[in-house]
């Protein structure tokens, strides 16, 4: 792996992402703010899920659970009065909790069946959501009316981001990371040399959904109002999976790359009304050419384009 893929290695790109992110506010518009506060929302989705689809290789299809979760804990505490910034934490929580609780029986299955497993959850909840009165049925729930500043909001997703970030560097250097590389390689093998591969995805499940969580309260703080339909949908949970597997699965910096690319892509769907239904068909053949040609995303044609053009040199250099 190249050295810039290395968490060791990584200062240079992380703090390239972190002038993008935190420096914009001094000089951009509110436009490019809000397109700013997308890539970051993107990223921490990515880059979280990839902690545990990616590292450990559990692909979850659910994540938009999460999501939900945090959206709605902010808004149900902001209408009891709670300052929106002190909901962040409990939604966590009841994320880590409600990610044990599904991931217990669901770490028991493998492969497709895990995932299939937790298309199941996802539905499930959003089902739920859109049926009791106290998360406003189908209809929703706004937050309540009050001074709403976005630049706080912004600086809170970014610095989310870049932590996020973070913690997958870290975790990816220190024994945790080995046990979910090892867990992602061959987890019966693992298991034999005593990485307690339960635990471990408990873990990371529990680590990842928590950071969601929090971005999914930042998002109900950002758009002041949430719907099951909005952020329960599997179709988010889809686009969580999608920016990594076209970034660079497994890597650090790939799920960068890949919120980012979806960022940008869905910025200018929207912006076209031709193409704003056709967002999933041209996600799907994104993910179908980086499959056939390059299963390692962006990340691995980087790698492949840099070591032709060094074997290049080389021949240049011999003759």
């Not at 001094?26 to 990223?43: E, Y």
């Not at 873990?203 to 950071?211: D, F, R």
């Amino acid at each position: 792996m190249r050295a810039w893929l290395l968490p060791t290695r990584s200062v240079a790109w992380f703090g390239l992402l972190a002038a993008a992110l935190l420096l914009p506010p001094a000089m951009a518009d509110r436009g490019t703010l809000n397109d700013l506060w997308n890539v970051a929302f993107a990223i921490v989705l990515a880059s979280a899920w990839n902690l545990l689809g990616g590292f450990a290789g559990q692909i979850s299809l659910g994540y938009s659970a999460f999501v939900g979760i945090g959206a709605y804990t902010t808004v149900l505490l902001a209408l009891a009065g709670w300052s929106p910034w002190l909901t962040l934490p409990v939604g966590a929580a009841l994320a880590v909790v409600f990610s044990v609780i599904i991931g217990l029986p669901t770490f028991r299955l493998r492969g497709p069946y895990f995932s299939i497993a937790t298309i199941g959850v996802g539905e499930a909840v959003r089902v739920i959501a859109s049926g009791v009165e106290f998360t406003g049925g189908s209809s929703g729930l706004r937050m309540p009316s009050g001074a709403f500043h976005f630049l706080p909001n912004y600086y809170g997703m970014a610095a989310l981001a870049l932590v996020t970030v973070g913690v997958v560097a870290w975790i990816r250097e220190h024994a945790f990371g080995m046990a979910l590389d090892a867990i992602r390689q061959d987890i019966d093998a693992a298991e034999a040399l005593g990485v307690h591969s339960a635990r471990y995805k408990l873990l990371a499940h529990a680590v990842s959904a928590a950071l969601v969580a929090v971005a999914g309260g930042l998002f109900a703080t950002n758009f002041q109002y949430i719907s099951p339909g909005s952020v329960f949908d599997f179709r988010l949970s889809l686009s969580i999976v999608l920016m990594p597997i076209v970034g660079g699965i497994a890597t650090l910096v790939g799920p960068v790359l890949g919120a980012v690319l979806f960022s940008y892509l869905q910025i200018k769907l929207l912006a076209s009304p031709a193409l704003r239904d056709s967002y999933l068909f041209i996600y799907g053949g994104l993910l179908m050419a980086v499959m056939l040609f390059e299963p390692r995303g962006i990340v691995g044609l980087w790698e492949r384009l840099l070591g032709a053009w060094t074997r290049a040199r080389s021949r240049a250099a011999e003759a």
